[in-house]
């Protein structure tokens, strides 16, 4: 090990997360090319091949290559350690992966994007908008964003609640109050049913004896367009609805109220030291906080 130059384990630990070899080379800010060479002259210093490109062009990490990645985990979070207790605009810098669901990053992450890039112009963000949960101790991200508390990852995650999602009831804004009543309304197919709003449109269809539209769907992104397009009414969350200027919101049938969805953050545990972690985590909490 005399032989390693240390600043390599930086392109392990990219390779690690990232899983692709453009990937790595945004999060380091260099080309391809250049993670391929310091990556070989790293494999050929221990003697030991620390990746393997799979046939989908993904890096998979050796044992080596695992055991590589835990050391330079565990140097980054000691630097982070020792650094200034406050995240300022200076030293956050790197590239952090956040997923959430379509719907959220497209509509409610994307616009605020410009203000943490104005304040952090050394931190890169890649948005993974996938409906799936991405798993964060399998490095497939570095946060989520949940609409339930999880209950799976014990001590590798950290959590915390950073909003609520209230829904209304919305139609299509050339739609009056009376007609809108007449509408059906858009619920969801049987995969989603256990959806709060999926259960709730299933109890305003009975309460008010109304009718439920031939068209259903299998997520909220579906759902807006759904209602912007004319095609009947549902619920919608309010921080999202309300600024698109084709819905206007309805009063809910007597003696209901709306739906909440809570929001949750999740983070892997190694990278929550991290001032970049810590800088986008800031940045979700006063986005949801306006919900």
């Known amino acids: 090990m005399q032989n390693v130059n240390w600043n390599d384990l930086r392109y392990v630990l990219a390779v690690g997360r990232a899983g692709r070899l453009a990937a790595a080379a945004r999060q380091l800010g260099v080309d391809a090319t250049t993670v391929t060479r310091r990556l070989t002259a790293l494999q050929a210093a221990l003697g030991q091949r620390l990746y393997q490109r799979q046939l989908d062009g993904r890096l998979e990490l050796t044992e080596a290559g695992r055991s590589l990645c835990a ?7 000691d630097l982070a350690e020792i650094g200034p207790g406050d ?39 890649e948005l993974i908008a996938e409906s799936r949960d991405l798993s964060l101790t399998r490095r497939e991200a570095d946060m989520a964003l949940r609409f339930a508390r999880p209950r799976g990852g014990g001590m590798q995650v950290k959590t915390r609640l950073v909003g609520r999602l209230d829904f209304a009831a919305y139609t299509a804004a050339e739609q009056s109050n009376d007609a809108a ?6 619920t969801y197919d049987e995969t989603m049913a256990h959806l709060p709003q999926a259960r709730w449109l299933e109890a305003a269809i009975r309460k008010e004896g109304s009718k439920a539209a031939p068209l259903r769907v299998n ?44 929001v949750w953050l999740l983070v892997h545990a190694e990278l929550a030291v991290l001032p970049r972690i810590k800088a986008v985590a800031a940045w979700v909490e006063a ?4 919900s």
């Not at 050391?71 to 979070?77: D, L, N, T, Y």
């Not at 605020?112 to 952090?120: D, S, T, Y």
């Not at 619920?235 to 009063?251: I, M, Q």
Request: net charge positive; aromatic share 4%.
């Open 71 to 77: 050391v330079a985990e565990r140097m980054e979070r």
């Open 219 to 262: 997520d909220v992104e579906t759902a807006h367009e759904a209602v912007a397009g004319g095609c009947g009414r549902s619920l919608l969350p309010s921080l999202v609805a309300a600024r698109d200027r084709r819905l206007r919101k309805l009063p809910f049938p007597r003696g209901m109220k709306g739906p909440q969805r809570e």
């Open 87 to 125: 995240v300022g605009v200076d030293e956050v810098t790197g590239v952090v992966r956040l997923t959430s669901v379509p719907y959220i990053t497209n509509r409610v992450l994307i616009p605020e994007v410009p203000k943490l890039a104005g304040r952090h112009a050394g931190l890169g963000l």
């Open 287 to 290: 986005v949801f906080a306006r």
């Open 181 to 186: 009543r007449s509408q059906p309304w858009i």
